[in-house]
């Protein structure tokens, strides 16, 4: 069965340093959408894509965040300055469609810490 | 703001004992749909419910989505301990992002 995956699975940096995470969304999927969830709490959207554009984005997703299909098959997410506060497991996503009917399958998720 | 509250938070029960977890909110959605996610990994795809009313099984799982669209449930019958989890409700509503639940976590012990 066709499943999102996600590279790295860990990455730790230092605070300030830029990091890339990256996903392979399932192939035949047209939207993505990365979320993050800091340890403890809720699953919370970050961003939403298509057609190479940003379609939908949450206050958390501020100027430090950026997103990318660099390529038919990646999908990037971004963080430019890293701060300890965005230590958290971040999680990409696809669906077929952008209906609000539309299931969304998750990624087993990057683990981030930052120092 | 769109809440999702789910309850209950914690959840402890023994083996072949029967469990329901409810998932409510004020707000209205097109779709809600059920994970269960183990530590540290994604949230996994349980059922996707639509339509007001609806009732879906998934072997000793049954999900229903309240007529109005405003809240759900999942009723696990005779529980087994590989049914331990995190189960996490998700709302969708205008737009793309889905709106998450904190949780329940399920133990079920032998």
């Known amino acids: 069965e066709p499943e999102v995956t996600q590279t790295p699975s860990h990455q730790v940096t230092q605070m300030g340093q830029e990091v890339i995470l990256r996903c392979v969304p399932i192939?035949?999927?047209?939207?993505f959408y990365w979320y993050r969830q800091i340890l403890g709490q809720k699953v919370e959207f970050l961003v939403s894509f298509y057609n190479n554009e940003i379609s939908e984005k949450s206050e958390i997703f501020d100027d430090q965040f950026s997103v990318e299909r660099p390529d038919g098959s990646n999908f990037t997410l971004k963080i430019r300055s890293t701060k300890l506060e965005d230590s958290a497991m971040y999680f990409c996503?696809?669906?077929?469609?952008?209906?609000?009917?539309?299931?969304?399958?998750f990624g087993p998720g990057t683990r981030l810490l930052v120092l | 703001t769109q809440l999702l509250e789910q309850s209950p938070q914690f959840l402890s029960i023994q083996e072949g004992e029967n469990l329901t977890v409810y998932c409510n909110s004020s707000?209205?959605?097109?779709?809600l749909q059920w994970y269960r996610q183990e530590p540290g990994e994604g949230p996994v795809l349980l059922v996707t419910v639509v339509t007001g009313g609806e009732v879906k099984k998934l072997k000793r799982l049954t999900f229903q989505f309240g007529d109005a669209r405003k809240d759900s449930s999942l009723h696990i019958t005779a529980a087994q301990p590989g049914d331990t989890g995190l189960y996490l409700c998700a709302g969708a509503r205008a737009g793309t992002a889905l709106i998450f639940g904190k949780g329940t976590t399920l133990s079920v012990s032998s």
């Open positions: 707000s209205v959605f097109s779709s």
């Open positions: 996503a696809s669906s077929p469609a952008t209906s609000t009917r539309e299931t969304q399958y």
């Open positions: 192939s035949n999927h047209l939207y």
